[in-house]
């Protein structure tokens, strides 16, 4: 239904453009700093920084899939893909060390990642079931009570979204700082390391941007509707 409305594209359009140029920035970063040494693997820097941080209890598992890379809070797991979990590259200590940032928010209490684990299933829930039940209060003669309510079920995933880009944010940011002060990375190497995690920052805000775009489409073209 959408995707046949020029008003769609005029609002979502620069945030789907943001996150295809995002989504390219982190591939070639990736694929440079993947052929550039390490002297740990991805498993072994993420160990050094939590253990460094006393969090010996949080395991760390690898898991199949490329940059399928996670922290679990709720089993106290960092899941790494094999080629992070493997490589003793500079990619994959940064990585690594990104999830462990997690971890180390976690351990902190650090709150907007306690906002952030709240607002998932919520949504989860919103970013499929918002949307239908716009399109469904469209399709029966304009139904304002179904309209808004798939409005306020997708407002759900752009709080998820601005809640989000804060904790990746600082996560980056104490990747690096303890990657740096731990002595596993240079000065020189962390330049490389930053425009990896700096290019992955990007994709987070493209899909912050189109998540409130796309809000603010539902808003405009159906939200001044009545019965």
Do not use: C
Request: glycine share 8%; net charge neutral; no cysteine.
């Amino acid at each position: 239904m959408f995707v046949f409305d020029p008003m769609y594209f005029l609002f979502v359009g620069p945030a789907l453009l943001l996150g295809l140029w995002a989504q390219f920035r982190v591939k070639s970063t990736y694929a440079t700093t993947r052929q550039m040494p390490a002297p740990l693997s991805g498993a072994a820097a993420a160990r050094y920084v939590l253990d460094s941080a006393g969090l010996q209890n949080v395991a760390i598992e690898q898991i199949p899939g490329q940059l399928s890379d996670h922290y679990d809070p709720r089993d106290k797991v960092l899941r790494l893909s094999a080629e992070v979990y493997q490589s003793r590259s500079l990619a994959a200590v940064g990585i690594a060390a990104h999830e462990a940032g997690h971890a180390l928010q976690d351990a902190l209490a650090y709150a907007p990642l306690a906002l952030r684990n709240a607002a998932v299933p919520v949504a989860g829930f919103g970013s499929t079931a918002g949307i239908w039940l716009v399109i469904l209060g469209a399709f029966l003669h304009m139904n304002a009570v179904l309209i808004w309510l798939g409005i306020l079920l997708f407002s759900g995933v752009v709080v998820f979204q601005i809640v989000n880009l804060p904790v990746e944010f600082n996560a980056s940011s104490r990747a690096k700082q303890q990657l740096v002060g731990l002595g596993i990375i240079d000065q020189e190497q962390l330049y490389y390391v930053d425009k990896m995690l700096h290019a992955a920052a990007l994709t987070y805000v493209a899909s912050t941007l189109q998540a409130v775009m796309v809000l603010l489409y539902l808003i405009m073209r159906f939200g001044g509707r009545r019965d």
